[in-house]
């Protein structure tokens, strides 16, 4: 291994792996992201699709997959299918969040509307479950199509939770598990089912989605107070200003004075905030320690993540998935 090798990150290790199949993945996307009746939409997809983002997801599906030995084709189905759910997730989210920046460019909804962003995620939902089909097996349908619930409802529970400061740890863990982790861990888990590996390698696969999903959640919403524009794509402290109570805010909360509550109350529950609010939320989360608390949390979770992988074959994925957990949480270490 070349020293050009060891400095890359682990993603980009497992990208260059996995490059040919990456590449065949990146070829179906295009062709069925388009669409012969509506132009808006492969302008849309390819807007979102296109902006440099990591393809995690879908190169966690090839990585289970080659790693559990398979040799089949239907591996770039699920990769594209996992991306195809991801992609419209994110058109939705905008449009809930009302937001302005995904990925360090302008949002969908900011440079068409609100409705193109919406038909074409549904648009790119339905051509999820055409992919998967394909596949043949009822039990990758049966695995994506409960992601997909999934995500959803945790979409609709953070609605209610976000702004309520009764919300627990574990309703924010029950969030997280919806609205990231659920394709974490579908996407690993279809990996190992389309190659045939066993009952105890596929829970494996899946234990390690949903831990990384967690830690790849937590490390973000820690970035959200701590990172730079450029680290995240997104502003520093949007999650405050869009009142969205994670998990260094729910343990400051947990643990505020009357005075402290009162300023929670005032900024995240009733929307009232003024300048300088953003350095006293920080100010609050240092003097309890609550992102250092989240912090070990996630650092926690991407240990279940590695210890996960022991129950896998012994092979170079092996070694970049777990790497792929520890680096995802280096980021706030």
């Not at 065949?24 to 979102?48: F, G, Y």
């Not at 690993?188 to 389309?194: D, F, Q």
């Not at 240990?303 to 790497?323: K, N, V, W, Y």
Request: glycine share 6%; with cysteine; net charge negative.
């Amino acid at each position: 291994m070349g020293l050009d090798e060891v400095a890359r990150k682990p993603h980009e290790r497992l990208m260059a792996w996995l490059a040919a199949d990456m590449e065949a993945v990146n070829v179906m996307i295009r062709d069925r992201m388009a669409s012969e009746h509506a132009p808006r939409i492969p302008q849309v997809t390819a807007h979102l699709v296109e902006a440099g983002g990591k393809r995690l997801r879908p190169l966690l599906t090839l990585a289970a997959a080659r790693l559990c030995g398979y040799d089949g084709p239907f591996h770039i189905h699920l990769a594209a299918t996992v991306e195809f759910i991801h992609t419209a997730t994110l058109l939705h989210d905008d449009v809930v969040d009302e937001s302005r920046q995904r990925r360090g460019r302008p949002t969908a909804n900011l440079l068409w509307d609100n409705k193109s962003s919406v038909l074409v995620g549904d648009y790119l939902f339905a051509r999820s479950f055409q992919l998967m089909t394909e596949t043949g097996s009822m039990r990758v349908m049966e695995i994506l199509s409960n992601a997909s619930a999934t995500i959803a409802e945790g979409e609709v529970l953070q609605l209610t939770a976000a702004q309520d400061l009764a919300t627990t740890e574990a309703i924010y863990l029950q969030v997280v598990r919806g609205k990231t982790a659920a394709l974490f861990s579908a996407a690993t888990e279809v990996g190992g089912v389309i190659a045939g590996a066993d009952a105890a390698q596929v829970r494996a696969l899946y234990t390690y989605g949903d831990a990384l999903g967690v830690a790849f959640q937590i490390a973000d919403d820690l970035l959200d107070y701590g990172g730079s524009s450029a680290t995240i794509g997104k502003n520093v402290g949007d999650d405050f200003r869009e009142r969205k109570l994670t998990l260094p805010v729910i343990k400051a909360v947990a643990h505020a004075t009357p005075e402290e509550r009162a300023f929670w109350e005032r900024t995240i529950a009733k929307g009232h905030q003024a300048e300088g609010d953003l350095e006293q939320a920080l100010a609050i989360m240092a003097r309890h320690g609550a992102m250092e608390a989240a912090r070990a949390d996630a650092l926690a979770w991407a240990d279940t993540a590695r210890h996960a992988l022991e129950a896998l074959p012994d092979h170079p994925i092996r070694g970049m998935l777990s790497e792929l957990a520890a680096y995802v949480v280096s980021r706030i270490s």
